[in-house]
């Protein structure tokens, strides 16, 4: 019986739409990330190498043997990117190097050697949606210097009639807790040094002089 006519478990309805999905029939070996053990590490917590009380990138290589023998296929490293750890390494400050606390990117290439001759896998958690507030990149933005003035999701906020109290402009809610905003005093045109540069352009105009600050 060729695998064309026997019931498929797979529920594709057609030969044609089974063979997409399992070129050589339903009993294709399946992507190695389906059926492979992976082994989650969060470093900070796993092996510290060097007695500073924080788990490192060697104190995970001085492991791969035992994972290996045990069966594992396949380790998925939580970030170790520099970071100021506000979130435990997914605030990331920098995405192309190693924190200092877990490391270097020689001891990354140590554990990678080491990956390929226990012929394991090692996947690493990559955060792009969001960085660090140290970040470059966040910093430039708040400064409004190109190309970064985008690089993050601005917006108004919304300030009562009258007031001077600022709402956030939707009620948009954090995985975490409260508004996924946060006011901004140095984006803000209306704070910082924006706020100073226009009271220096009002009393100016106030004392009728704005020749002696309008250079051109
Ligand atoms: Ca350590």
């Given at each position: 019986m060729s695998w064309e006519n026997t019931i498929d478990?797979?529920?594709?309805?057609?030969a044609k739409e089974r063979y997409r999905y399992y070129?050589?029939?339903?009993r294709a070996k399946k992507d190695w990330w389906k059926t492979t053990v992976f082994y989650q590490i969060y470093p900070r917590s796993f092996e510290?190498?060097?007695?500073?009380?924080v788990g490192d990138l060697n104190g995970v290589t001085s492991k791969l043997d035992h994972m290996f023998n045990t069966g594992v296929g396949a380790i998925w490293i939580a970030p170790i990117y520099?970071?100021?750890?506000?979130d435990f390494g997914y605030?990331?400050?920098?995405?192309?190097n190693i924190d200092p606390e877990f490391g270097t990117l020689d001891d990354f290439d140590n554990l990678v050697a080491k990956v390929k001759e226990l012929n394991l896998k090692v996947i690493l958690d990559f955060a792009p949606n969001h960085s660090s507030d140290k970040h470059e990149w966040f910093q430039k933005s708040i400064r409004r210097e190109d190309p970064y003035t985008n690089y993050y999701v601005w917006h108004d906020a919304i300030c009562e009639t009258g007031t001077s109290i600022y709402q956030p402009p939707n009620n948009w809610i954090s995985a975490f807790q409260g508004s996924v905003w946060e006011w901004n005093d140095q984006r803000d045109?209306?704070?910082?040094s924006t706020v100073q540069e226009l009271k220096i352009v009002i009393d100016n105009w106030m004392n009728n002089m704005p020749t002696n600050y309008v250079d051109n």
């Open positions: 478990p797979t529920g594709y309805s057609t070129p050589s029939g339903w510290n190498s060097n007695g500073d009380g520099p970071s100021p750890m506000a605030d990331i400050a920098y995405y192309v045109a209306r704070s910082g």
